[in-house]
C-alpha cells in the first residue's frame, strides 16, 4: 500500500504559519491552497488543512474565496504549467466570518477548526465532494 510522506517539523508549520499572519495583519493579501496538495481528481476536492482555519481565526481576515476550473490534471504541479489549458479562475463572494450577524454573533464559531469545515463545505457546493483518499508517496 501507499506510505504517506512523512509529516514536515511542527516548528516549521508554526514558523510558516506566524510570518503568514504577520503578512496578512500588515495589510498585504496572501493566497492560500486550502487543501495544502493538488486535487488529481476533477470535480472533488481534497480535505482542507486545519492551519487554514487557524490562519483565518487569528487574522480575522476577509476571504475571497477562488476556484480553478478546468486545470490540467497533471501528477505534479509543475506538469501543469507547461500543459496548455483553458483554464478559469472563478472568484466567489467575499466572506467575511466576524461581520456582525442579525443575531448579534458571528458567521460561524470562531474555532480553527469550525472555519476550515464551513470554508470546506462552501467549495463542496461550488466544486464537488471531499476525496478523503491518502496522499501518495514520493516516487523514488
Partial sequence: GAV?????????????????????????????????????????IYPFAPGVGLLIAKSRAIVLPAVLR????CEHAYSSLIRPSRSVIEFMEP?????????????????AGAIAKHLEEQYVRWVGP????????AKS
Fill in 4 to 44: 504517506a510522506p512523512p509529516a514536515p517539523p511542527a516548528n516549521r508549520d508554526l514558523a510558516g504559519l506566524r510570518e503568514a499572519l504577520r503578512h496578512v495583519q500588515s495589510g498585504a493579501i496572501l493566497g492560500i491552497f486550502p487543501e495544502g496538495r493538488l486535487c488529481r481528481h476533477r470535480g472533488q
Fill in 95 to 111: 466572506i467575511d466570518l466576524f461581520a456582525p450577524q442579525p443575531s448579534g454573533g458571528p458567521a460561524v464559531p470562531i474555532k
Fill in 130 to 137: 471531499v476525496n478523503y483518499e491518502p496522499p501518495r508517496a
Fill in 70 to 73: 478546468e486545470a490540467p490534471v
